[in-house]
């Protein structure tokens, strides 16, 4: 394993997941926007910010972080997914994952390819979301997850009942 510039990380990259802090999208995505041309972004970001020390949900102009990311990468198949599951999680990769993942994107072949992906991940359920104008909602649902783990002292997530799969 190697380190890798970021943009020599999108050139030599098939999928490309941008986990960064929404605060650094327009400063960090504009550079990468040729490597990213043609390639499926899975944007993780959910736009948190903390207040005295309390999450809390911005509201974004173009209506969701995914959105902006598309906005940012215009020539790239952006998927939103993955902001439901604890980043702390995520570290203990022996924890079992209990959680579904909401996917949209306004490409639906890259949508169904991330369900695929995620649905590979043991304890994540993946369903599809729709449009990428839906990945708000999601993303918001973000700043309740963290205050719920601070509150509990857990590591939540979510899950969508009704559906049979």
């Known amino acids: ?25 327009r400063t960090t995505l504009p550079p990468l926007a040729e490597g990213c041309r043609g390639k499926i972004v899975v944007s993780t970001i959910a736009p948190v910010e903390f207040r005295e020390g309390r999450p809390v949900a911005l509201r974004v102009e ?10 940012l990468l215009p020539a790239s198949r952006v998927v939103s ?4 599951i604890d980043a702390l ?4 990769l022996e924890a079992p994952l209990d959680t579904d993942v909401i996917v949209c994107s306004d490409d639906v072949e890259a949508r169904r390819e991330i369900v695929r992906l995620a649905n590979q991940i043991p304890g994540v359920r993946a369903l599809s979301g729709g449009r990428l104008a839906t990945s708000r909602h999601v993303e918001e649902i973000t700043a309740l997850l963290i205050t719920l783990n601070r509150i509990y002292k857990a590591h939540t997530g979510i899950r969508i009942t009704g559906i049979e799969r």
């Open 62 to 71: 173009s209506g969701s972080a995914a959105q902006e990311v598309q906005s």
């Open 89 to 92: 999680a995520l570290r203990d």
């Open 1 to 25: 394993m190697q380190g890798l510039t970021n943009k020599r990380a999108v050139a030599e990259a098939d999928r490309i997941f941008i986990t960064i802090p929404y605060s650094g999208m």
């Open 81 to 84: 997914a993955f902001q439901v």
